[in-house]
C-alpha cells in the first residue's frame, strides 16, 4: 500500500510542477522574434528595419550617413570659378573646394620634394604622362650633370582656386600657389650655379589638377604648371 501512495504522491507533484509552469510563461512570456531587441538601441546598424506599406513615402537618409556630417558648403557667386565649381560639383557631388585646397597643397609639396630629389616613383603618381616627361628630362640632365638641387619650402602662404571647369566627364582645377622657398643648384663640386641657400623667396606658381568625375578613383593628377618667377 505504502508503493501506492508514493506514486499518487509523484502524480500531484507533477501536476502542481506543469501549473507552475504554464503560470510562469503567461507572466513572462516567450520570445516568439517580436519581443525588444535586447542589442544598443543607439547604435544605427542594430536598427530594426520600419515597414511601410505606402510606397510613394520617400525615406530621407539619416545625417549621420554622411561622410562628415557636414552640409556642402556654399559657393561665393561672385568668384570667377563659381560656374566651374558648381559644374563639378553637379558631376561629382563629394567635392568640396575647401578640402580640395587643402589637399592640392599637400600635393605641391609632396612634388617639389620629389622633383628635388629626383623621386620619379612618386611624381608619377602624381603627374599625367606629359607633365612627367618635362619633369623626368630636368632631373636627367641634372644627373647628367651631376648637379643637385636643394629644395626647402618654408611655408605655403596661400592656395587659391582661380579656374575651374568640366572638359566632358573630366574636372580641371587650377590653383594659384603663393609660397616662401629656399632654392639652390649645384654642380659636381658642390659650388652653387644658381639660387641662394641662404635666401628666402617667394614664388607663384599656377598649377592644375585634373580627375575623371566617372572613376572610383579619388585621386587628382597634376595636369599642367606655370611659374611667374
Given at each position: 500500500m505504502s508503493?501506492?501512495f508514493?506514486?499518487?504522491?509523484?502524480i500531484?507533484?507533477?501536476?502542481?510542477?506543469?501549473?507552475?509552469?504554464l503560470?510562469?510563461?503567461?507572466?513572462?512570456?516567450?520570445?516568439d522574434?517580436?519581443?525588444?531587441?535586447p542589442?544598443?538601441?543607439?547604435?544605427?546598424n542594430?536598427?530594426?528595419?520600419?515597414?511601410?506599406?505606402?510606397d510613394n513615402?520617400?525615406?530621407?537618409?539619416?545625417?549621420?550617413?554622411?561622410?562628415?556630417?557636414?552640409?556642402?558648403?556654399?559657393?561665393?557667386?561672385?568668384?570667377?570659378?563659381?560656374?566651374?565649381?558648381?559644374?563639378?560639383?553637379?558631376?561629382?557631388?563629394s567635392f568640396?573646394?575647401d578640402?580640395?585646397?587643402e589637399?592640392?597643397?599637400?600635393?605641391?609639396?609632396?612634388?617639389?620634394?620629389?622633383?628635388?630629389a629626383g623621386?620619379?616613383?612618386?611624381?608619377?603618381?602624381?603627374?599625367?604622362?606629359d607633365?612627367?616627361?618635362?619633369?623626368?628630362?630636368?632631373?636627367?640632365?641634372?644627373?647628367?650633370n651631376?648637379?643637385?638641387?636643394?629644395?626647402t619650402?618654408?611655408?605655403i602662404?596661400?592656395?587659391?582656386?582661380?579656374?575651374?571647369?568640366?572638359?566632358?566627364h573630366?574636372?580641371?582645377?587650377?590653383?594659384?600657389?603663393?609660397?616662401?622657398?629656399?632654392?639652390?643648384l649645384?654642380?659636381?663640386?658642390?659650388?652653387?650655379?644658381d639660387?641662394?641657400?641662404?635666401?628666402?623667396?617667394?614664388?607663384?606658381?599656377f598649377?592644375?589638377?585634373?580627375?575623371?568625375?566617372?572613376?572610383?578613383?579619388?585621386?587628382?593628377?597634376?595636369?599642367?604648371?606655370?611659374s611667374n618667377?
Amino acid at each position: 500500500m505504502s508503493g501506492d501512495f508514493q506514486f499518487f504522491d509523484i502524480i500531484i507533484l507533477a501536476m502542481i510542477a506543469g501549473f507552475l509552469v504554464l503560470r510562469l510563461r503567461s507572466v513572462l512570456g516567450r520570445r516568439d522574434g517580436h519581443e525588444n531587441d535586447p542589442r544598443d538601441p543607439l547604435n544605427k546598424n542594430n536598427r530594426a528595419p520600419v515597414e511601410n506599406d505606402d510606397d510613394n513615402v520617400v525615406h530621407l537618409p539619416d545625417r549621420a550617413d554622411h561622410v562628415d556630417g557636414a552640409s556642402q558648403p556654399a559657393i561665393d557667386p561672385d568668384d570667377p570659378a563659381a560656374a566651374g565649381l558648381t559644374q563639378i560639383q553637379v558631376a561629382d557631388p563629394s567635392f568640396r573646394p575647401d578640402q580640395f585646397s587643402e589637399g592640392a597643397k599637400a600635393a605641391f609639396e609632396m612634388v617639389l620634394n620629389a622633383f628635388a630629389a629626383g623621386d620619379r616613383k612618386t611624381l608619377k603618381s602624381l603627374l599625367s604622362p606629359d607633365v612627367m616627361r618635362n619633369f623626368d628630362d630636368v632631373i636627367s640632365e641634372r644627373e647628367r650633370n651631376g648637379e643637385v638641387l636643394e629644395e626647402t619650402i618654408v611655408g605655403i602662404r596661400a592656395a587659391e582656386i582661380v579656374e575651374a571647369s568640366m572638359d566632358g566627364h573630366n574636372a580641371m582645377v587650377t590653383v594659384k600657389f603663393k609660397s616662401e622657398q629656399v632654392s639652390a643648384l649645384r654642380d659636381a663640386e658642390g659650388n652653387i650655379i644658381d639660387g641662394n641657400p641662404n635666401e628666402i623667396i617667394e614664388v607663384t606658381d599656377f598649377w592644375t589638377f585634373s580627375r575623371d568625375t566617372r572613376s572610383s578613383d579619388p585621386n587628382w593628377t597634376l595636369v599642367g604648371t606655370e611659374s611667374n618667377n
